[in-house]
């Protein structure tokens, strides 16, 4: 018997709607698509055609317009389902509370034993190369650092299901392999079902088993790309000779997608 | 010490000589004031005499509780009317122009209303104070960041919890802004109330001074209010800034 997936959305369509002077808004749909325990599915696609949205609409922090979204078989309705984490690309630090305190922030009111929450603190400190920095705040970290305080605030919660949107956004590129080689390992461990979402499709490429590509606004899923990568793998993936074929029907698909929201970028201008 | 510091001690020594001089040379004559050195060993004679001690607690106390009353309220409003557009909008007019109303006006009426105890003057000072408070931490509130409110809801928090753990520790540093001014406003409520009509209090007790040429109760009385205030408000500041310094904001 086949397993049932992890995340189902069957007929999903999002429209903002629109306030007295602007127009609703198409933003995303309609969507299917099964994610499979375990499994590392990460999205590309051209800006602004519903990547966001779509993962809000997974999380439960947006409400479909249409369609339905199912969690572990449960839909998914205007709250965030308990096993679910969230990255998100902004800094989402609590600037008040040092690095423990922001990472134990999730478990203060999760009845769990003081001594389990130390103990899953202290784990995320170390698998997150941040035990030196335990006592700083926030503002006395680089991006990269704070970003790897927001991961671990998500990871000590043992999320099953764990959303990033574009956590790498604001780093370099050298950190960003870096920080892809920590996502990785971090998924090996866990068992979860990890969701990317990113514009960089190198970064798609060397992480995911399979990459959805969305269209231009209203985003659709018009490819699917399984890369085939044994599961213990890492940055060096981009050596193997299959990487660049990955990348390059990515684009191929991507082009004109991501031409179709320049031309109409530049016709609203 | 800055240099900064160090220039602002010296504009204080600056005028307080200047003053000294004066009353000393005679350009002040003394009904209208005694010189600095001996407002001085009045303060120190007038604190140790003990004399005061009931209209310190008096107005200390009202202060204390106009102010604790001002902020309890204020941020509480201010996190619900954060959540109400509509109501929201209809009384910020109310908020904009709200110093520009006497409140002073209406203690006659609270006397009226609540005699002449403890109570109006506690309600001047409240009614001043919680306004700042209010606008203050309304301010706070609409800095918070959308992706900290995703965060909450990430973590399934209510909207109390929210509240508690997320929207007001973020305002922090605008709510106490606030609160540096209900402070001072709270202060100034109790203080002014007491000159107008009390029967005790540092006001009734400058005004009384006052009104007997007792230069050697008034001015000493001015003092320990300004000291007391600026006390109080370099407290604060302090407090503020190690809040800011923390957040990388100054």
């Known amino acids: 018997m086949t397993e049932a997936p992890h995340v189902t959305l069957r007929g999903v369509r999002k429209v903002f709607a629109g306030t007295g002077a602007t127009s609703p808004v198409d933003a995303l749909g309609p969507v299917d698509l099964d994610l499979a325990h375990g499994e590392f599915f990460a999205v590309v696609g051209p800006s602004g055609c519903g990547k966001s949205t779509l993962l809000e609409v997974i999380a439960g922090l947006t409400p479909v317009s249409e369609g339905t979204v199912a969690f572990e078989g449960k839909p998914v309705r205007g709250e965030v389902p308990d096993g679910v984490g969230v990255v998100f690309q902004e800094d989402a630090s609590l600037p008040w509370l040092d690095v423990t305190a922001n990472i134990a922030f999730g478990l203060r009111h999760s009845g769990l034993p003081a001594d389990e929450r130390e103990r899953r603190v202290r784990r995320a400190l170390e698998l997150m190369g941040l035990v030196d920095f335990a006592g700083s705040y926030p503002a006395q970290l680089s991006g990269g650092m704070r970003q790897r305080v927001c991961i671990a605030r998500t990871l000590v919660m043992e999320p099953r299901l764990i959303l990033l949107d574009e956590p790498f956004g604001a780093l370099d590129q050298q950190t960003r392999l870096l920080m892809g080689d920590e996502l990785l390992r971090l998924w090996r461990t866990t068992g979860a079902t990890v969701f990317l979402i990113t514009h960089a499709l190198d970064e798609a490429a060397m992480l995911a088993d399979r990459i959805g590509v969305m269209s231009a606004r209203p985003g659709r899923l018009i490819d699917a790309v399984e890369t085939r990568w044994p599961r213990d793998r890492d940055s060096r993936i981009v050596e193997h000779a299959e990487f660049g074929a990955v990348t390059a029907r990515l684009w191929k698909t991507l082009r004109e997608e991501s031409l179709k929201t320049l031309g109409a970028q530049m016709r609203s201008t | ?250």
Not at chain 2, 58 to 82: E, Q, Y
Not at chain 2, 104 to 121: H, K, N, R, S, W
Not at chain 2, 158 to 173: N, V
Request: aromatic share 10%.
């Open chain 2, 1 to 250: 010490m800055t240099r900064l510091t160090i220039y602002r001690l010296l504009v204080v020594a600056a005028a307080i000589g200047t003053l000294e001089a004066l009353c000393l040379a005679g350009a002040i004559d003394r009904i209208t004031m005694q010189p600095p050195h001996e407002i001085a060993r009045d303060f120190v004679r007038l604190l140790a005499s003990g004399r005061m001690n009931g209209a310190i607690r008096k107005t200390l106390g009202n202060a204390a509780i106009a102010f604790g009353m001002a902020l309890a309220a204020g941020v509480s409003f201010a996190a619900l009317l954060h959540g109400m557009r509509a109501l929201r909008a209809t009384l910020d007019p109310l908020f904009a122009t709200y110093y520009a109303v006497p409140v002073f006006a209406f203690y006659p009426f609270l006397i009226v209303v609540f005699g002449l105890g403890d109570v109006p003057q506690v309600l001047i000072g409240f009614m001043l104070a919680v306004v700042a408070v209010i606008v203050n931490t309304l301010n706070g509130l609409d800095r918070v960041p959308r992706v900290l409110v995703k965060t909450a809801r990430v973590h399934r928090l209510g909207r109390l919890r929210m509240a508690t753990a997320i929207t007001l520790p973020f305002a922090a540093p605008y709510i106490l802004t606030g609160v540096k001014l209900a402070v001072a406003y709270a202060l100034i409520g109790v203080v002014g109330s007491e000159f107008i009509m009390s029967r005790g209090g540092l006001g009734y007790e400058i005004s009384f001074a006052y009104t007997n040429f007792e230069n050697a109760t008034m001015y000493p009385l001015i003092v320990l209010i300004l000291v007391i205030s600026i006390a109080l408000n370099a407290f604060l500041t302090a407090w503020e800034k190690r809040l800011l310094l923390r957040r990388g904001q100054r």
